[in-house]
């Protein structure tokens, strides 16, 4: 109850308790130096006394004239192999668009405007060709009425002004000739723009301002149309996504209670008692909180997500599985007798603990063997969740002991009204003629109406009966002693029924007055128990079937060892892993989206081609001061102090650089993926030392302002973000313009690079190699240049770093979840085997293990018997490579992670 309370002392203080964010999977690795150059690259125009640059009708002043990618919904009409292209498609799919563009406060605050009146842009649609917004290229594209479809998209596929724009609606199987078109779907974009100032600045704040909109407004409407609609209609919007993430998460979490009532009632249905069965379960609440502050306020930890929510179903059935050893271990005492209360619960609490604290110790080395890695959602899961099992155990062995102790003392012999039996006595030989009958042994037994255990036998020493079978015995002055029998031995208990224990104290007084008693339910052995003893021990032994089993299951073994020796890495693309849509099933509408996004449609937005960039004057990010934990912390910007472009050499090694990248052979464009200007034929590499022999004798203000005109150029669009420079005492303003200065300092130069890298196709296997390949290349230009410019480097944004990041939770799934998952729940189920007169159920564990090459040692010793720690070891191996066989078997692969992760870009 102190956990509790401090728990809600903490939170309603306004102390973050559960720093939760679903929204964003941390998974940076710092150890690598891209993702650090990456952000370096991002935040390279935070310094003091930065240029900034504005030309004449380059910049757009008017609100929400630029596009917010993240907020702006994806519209997919999929046909599922039918045909888009029809009369009616095309006016269905109008309806729609009108009916999303007309919403109020999205032409008031969120569309992207086209002009200073704020005339909002109409979605970007294939539905844009036919009403009248090409026009001007040809007089076809006006049919509003779609009366002409195919000779619309012929045209629209075949013309050099309009194809470009169009094939972005295309998917890759398409038929169009001037008679006939056809495609199973397309996609509209409604566009939601964003300013350079104010509420709808482009800014990450824009996501938070544009989310209560799009989730409250277009979102039923979304829905709505998705119900109505001819065809499937789906949509994509990183916002939305957000939103309906964070929402599906508090569902998720919302199942706990659902999964703690059923523990609730399985507990009361075992137990038979409402006491145990509710502190037990507020033994696993307070353990979830009394780790969450350890978690959170001792060590530190500033981020809870989609892992932690696992490990509040984990220690439900972690916590359940510790109180069934205890529980039953104690029942499975009241066979034995004792001197005393306290010998007893000594004897109890003795094996039990054992038996706990080694499952314990074996699932708590699973989770914190995963608190080694340096992806903080793994680290900080193995963290919570060990320190959970750690917490359970310690409430288990020193809180619930104090339960069952209550429990027998106070309501051991209390049964619900609506079970009490009226009689107050039953004739014994009625139920002897009975069980006679019927081929069972006449023995009944009475209970007690109070246990006649008090705390002062404790104390005085007198002799304690520990089971709650007992017989009538004279009164007599000197305390009776129940011969229990003492067993030594597990087998003994196995093999001895309980009906005979109850009979061997039947020695009631059949002349006496009776007390209240409950009758003898007819003896009966367990199912299982006569399973496995008169059948199954009887098949596996049999002279001949235990020789042919044998061979039969080593040629499983073999059969599924050269199946898992078939497996395959899945080779999954890179911003498939690490896309965010990618957590929900596939049948999802996010995932449909994305899916089709990535892979179904004949031409993607460039964004999904990689750029390389050389940079020189920056360093990397400092992130010592950062907490460990803070996902949202990239470090300080940090420069090369010994960048100097002004020598002379140094101006020829750029422009040296520069020239070899221009004139790279047909295998060199190859081997690097170099992408080809389809107009020039060259690559497309943006060097700016390309047509200046002196470039930097000209001031770059004067250059990039197209002669101090302030127009904008090609070369201002290309330039302009890739050259960095800082004023000070050395600058000098334009006589005709005081804003503009020259003679300013270089702060950092960009080399940019285009590729034919897709990140949604390209996957860790083939990635890696080609970031190697760029590493090496630039790190041996560098070697070449003179002082001052040998610190530079290459970089990209994101993907370099995400190729590795699918590697490591490969590496980490094949290490880990794949084959000692397999491992640590097979051990434990073993070592329950020991133990298993202690406890009602032995499945509940699952977690990371620490290998199989433990398991011999561990199971020796839990057994404290070679040949069992040995066969047991064999036993799981075995299991293992059945089940990793299983998966090329059924067809799968290997995939990167165990659950989706997806870094923000």
């Given amino acids: 109850m102190f956990l509790v309370v401090l728990s809600g002392i903490l939170f309603l203080a306004g102390f973050e308790l559960f720093p939760t964010n679903f929204s964003t999977l941390p998974a940076e690795l710092y150890n690598i130096p891209y993702r650090l150059r990456d952000f370096e690259w991002r935040h390279r125009n935070k310094y003091t006394n930065k240029v900034t640059r504005t030309i004449n009708s380059a910049t757009i002043t008017y609100a929400r004239g630029y596009l917010d990618s993240l907020s702006s919904i994806d519209l997919w009409y999929d046909t599922g192999g039918g045909n888009i292209f029809t009369k009616s498609n095309f006016q269905k799919i109008q309806q729609i668009e009108n009916d999303l563009s007309s919403v109020s406060t999205y032409q008031n605050n969120f569309c992207m405007t086209a002009n200073t009146s704020l005339t909002c842009k109409s979605p970007r649609s294939i539905i844009r060709f036919f009403d009248g917004t090409y026009s001007s290229v040809n007089a076809i594209f006006n049919d509003p009425s779609f009366n002409n479809i195919p000779a619309v998209l012929y045209e629209a596929y075949t013309n050099t002004q309009t194809k470009l724009d169009f094939e972005y609606f295309l998917p890759k199987t398409f038929t169009i000739t001037p008679t006939s078109a056809s495609a199973s779907y397309t996609r509209s974009l409604l566009l939601i723009g964003c300013s350079l100032s104010g509420t709808s600045k482009c800014s ?47 569902k998720d979490m919302m199942l706990a209670i659902g999964s703690m009532l059923f523990i609730f009632c399985f507990i009361l249905f075992h137990t038979r008692s409402a006491w145990v069965s509710c502190w037990s379960i507020m033994s696993i609440f307070t353990s979830f909180l009394g780790t969450n502050i350890i978690y959170r306020c001792i060590i530190g930890y500033q981020y809870f997500g989609f892992f932690h929510i696992l490990s509040i179903f984990i220690i439900l059935g972690i916590g359940a599985d510790d109180l069934f050893v205890f529980y039953d271990t104690w029942r499975l005492s009241a066979f034995s007798s004792y001197p005393s209360l306290a010998h007893r619960v000594s004897d109890v609490y003795k094996k039990s603990a054992l038996s706990m604290f080694i499952t314990s110790l074996t699932t708590m080395i699973a989770f914190f063997a995963s608190a080694i890695s340096p992806l903080l959602a793994t680290q900080s899961f193995g963290v919570f969740s060990g320190l959970l099992v750690a917490y359970n155990y310690i409430s288990v062995i020193v ?14 012999k209390w049964t619900w009204p609506c079970f009490r039996k009226c009689p107050c006595c039953h004739n014994n030989e009625d139920l002897t003629s009975q069980e006679s009958s019927e081929g069972i042994d006449n023995k009944a037994y009475t209970r007690e109406k109070n246990d006649n255990s008090k705390e002062s036998d404790i104390k005085t020493g007198k002799h304690y009966d520990s089971s709650p079978y007992t017989t009538k015995t004279p009164k007599t002055k000197t305390a009776a002693i129940i011969n229990t029998p003492k067993y030594n031995d597990l087998e003994d208990i196995e093999n001895t029924d309980i009906e005979d224990l109850k009979s061997q104290n039947d020695n009631t007084n059949k002349s006496e007055d009776c007390i209240k008693t409950r009758p003898t339910h007819q003896r009966h052995q367990k199912k299982m128990v006569i399973f ?55 049948d999802h509408m996010y995932s449909k989206a994305s899916n089709k996004e990535q892979y179904g449609m004949l031409y993607s937005d460039s964004d999904n081609l990689v750029t390389i960039y050389i940079a020189f004057g920056l360093g990397l990010k400092d992130r010592s001061g950062c907490h460990f934990s803070a996902i949202n912390c990239h470090g300080t910007q940090m420069y090369d102090t010994t960048f100097d472009p002004n020598p002379t050499a140094n101006q020829l090694g750029l422009k040296n650089l520069c020239d070899t990248l ?76 005081s804003s503009v200065t020259y003679g300013n300092n270089i702060k950092y130069i960009g080399i940019e690079i285009n590729t034919t890298i897709n990140r949604f196709v390209t996957g860790y296997t083939e990635g890696i190699p080609l970031a190697e390949k760029w590493e090496a ?9 003179p002082s001052g410019l040998k610190n530079g480097y ?71 018997n070679v040949m069992i720690g040995f066969l047991a070891t064999l036993s799981i191996c075995c299991t293992t490579i059945c089940v990793i066989g299983v998966i090329p078997l059924a067809g799968y692969k290997l995939g990167a992670l165990v659950a989706s992760t997806s870094p923000t870009q």
């Fill in 204 to 250: 990450d704040d824009m996501e938070e301002y544009s989310k209560t909109f799009l989730s409250s407004e277009m979102k039923p409407k979304l829905e709505s149309w998705r119900s109505s609609a001819p065809f499937d209609m789906y949509y994509y919007s990183r916002v939305l996504w957000a939103s309906d993430t964070v929402e599906q998460a508090m």
């Fill in 399 to 412: 809180f619930f002991p104090t339960v069952i102790v209550t429990y027998h003392l106070k309501f051991e």
């Fill in 532 to 586: 496995f003893r008169d059948y199954y021990f009887k098949f596996i032994t049999h002279k001949i079937i235990r020789w042919v089993l044998m061979p039969l299951f080593v040629g499983v073994v073999v059969f599924f060892a050269y199946q898992a020796s078939r497996l395959e890495p899945d080779n999954d693309s890179c911003e498939k892993v690490i896309a965010l849509q990618h957590i929900y099933s596939d």
């Fill in 662 to 737: 221009y004139n790279l052979t047909s295998q060199q464009i190859s081997d690097y993926r170099v992408k080809i200007d389809s107009t020039t034929g060259t690559p497309e590499i943006a060097c700016f030392t390309k047509d200046l022999e002196t470039f930097l004798a000209i001031p770059i203000q004067y250059w990039l302002y197209n002669g101090n005109n302030l127009n904008y150029t090609e070369d201002y669009g290309t330039y302009n973000d890739m050259i960095g420079e800082e004023t000070g005492s050395y600058s000098n303003p334009l006589l005709t313009n």
């Fill in 777 to 785: 290349f630039v790190s041996a230009e560098m070697a070449k240049m």
């Fill in 794 to 864: 290459q970089l990209v944004r994101s993907i370099w770093h995400w190729f590795y990041v699918q590697e490591n939770y490969r590496t980490l799934r094949i290490t880990g979840s794949e084959k000692l998952n397999t491992f640590g729940c097979h051990l434990m189920k073993i070592k329950k085997i020991y133990f298993k007169v202690h406890t009602l159920k032995n499945n509940a564990i699952t977690g990371i293990a620490i290998g199989v090459s433990l398991a011999f040692p561990i199971l020796t010793l839990s057994t404290l």
